[in-house]
């Protein structure tokens, strides 16, 4: 791939850094992200990917866009009320940077189409809303062997980190869901319009470094922040051997019905 | 006194107090002080088997309590324990 002078131009700062440079910045344009979720968390993951020159960015997600989701989902604008949030996502990335694709899933992750679109992509980043959907994520992104870059929020607090395949997983750190009705949703409690801003940033920080091979990862780590005592807190986290999924004796080797795992329903 | 991290969606009962002290020489001695100061704080932590809930991890200066010893772990003074649940947001 030969740069167009606009390209060198657009991504002059990331090829002057030695630790993206012009084969970074190529390899970047060659990949491909899922983001499941073009909401709180993934307004922040698509837009920076989408300035970075990820060069195909895969988009989950069946809702369209409300009013109040503007507060804290930059992707969407007041004249997107009622459109679909993945047609919404991809005006906005076109409008920003022509050189991403997005290619446009209107329709909720489940176990018949998982495996399916997770195949297709370098990484996988995770902004749903609910608890089946995570597990599935979780589970699908392990048996195809696909690094997931978690995020999750809720009032004012957020936790981050990244699952490689045989480093721990979202099942070693939550065995189980909590009880239905146990944990409010943000819709019913509310949620800070900044703090996804601050996790999904993270996220997208995660997600470029995975594909660059550079640093230190946040896999076997999570890192929690609390956004009204400003404070980042780090906790590891371990591949647990008698974890369903990826111990030492799994039972649980396909994917399952996630709704009934949780008790709950996977679309809200 | 061992300070305590109260996760958010545990401050309704501490008055949204996001760290509160208590008197505790071990973590099940620290979940009766609290259930105690804050009625309805054992039942966010427990099951009905009075083991911690699946989507709870408890964190002793950071180190998973299932890695220590577990409701048995020892509390000196000055140690910080947090309760870390799951949470699921992100979309809507």
Known sequence: ??????????????????????????????????????GGLGSPVVLYLGAAGVGTIGIVDFDVVDLSNLQRQLLH??????????????????????????????????SDNAMDLIGQYDVVVNGVDNFPARYLVNDACYFLNKPL?????FL??????????????????????PPPGMVPSCAEAGVFGVLPGIIGSIQAVETIKLLLDLGDSLAGRLLLFD????????????RDPNCPLCGDNPTVTALIDYEAFCGVSIVP | MVSVY???PFRRLTSQQPRVHVEASTLADLVSNLERLYPGFEGLLYDDRGEFLNHL???????????LEGKGTLLREGDEVAF?????????
């Open chain 1, 149 to 153: 870059v978690d995020g999750s929020i």
């Open chain 2, 6 to 8: 109260i996760p958010t």
């Open chain 1, 77 to 110: 604008h007041t004249a997107d009320v009622g459109r679909l949030k993945v047609d919404s996502a991809a005006d906005t990335v076109a409008a920003m940077n022509p050189d991403v694709q997005i290619v446009k899933y209107a329709e909720p992750i489940t």
């Open chain 2, 57 to 67: 991890n408890v964190y002793v200066n950071n180190r998973d309590v299932a890695t």
């Open chain 1, 156 to 177: 004012f607090e957020g936790q981050t980190t990244v699952y490689l395949a045989g480093k721990g997983c979202y099942r070693c750190l939550y065995p189980a869901p």
């Open chain 1, 1 to 38: 791939m030969v740069f167009t002078p606009e390209q060198v131009s657009r991504y002059s700062r990331h090829i002057l850094m030695p630790q993206v440079g012009g084969p970074g910045q190529r390899r970047l344009l060659e990949s491909k992200v899922l983001v499941i979720g073009a």
């Open chain 1, 227 to 238: 956004a009204l005592a400003m404070e980042f807190r780090q906790v590891k986290i371990r």
């Open chain 2, 84 to 92: 870390i649940p799951a949470i699921a947001g992100g979309v809507r």
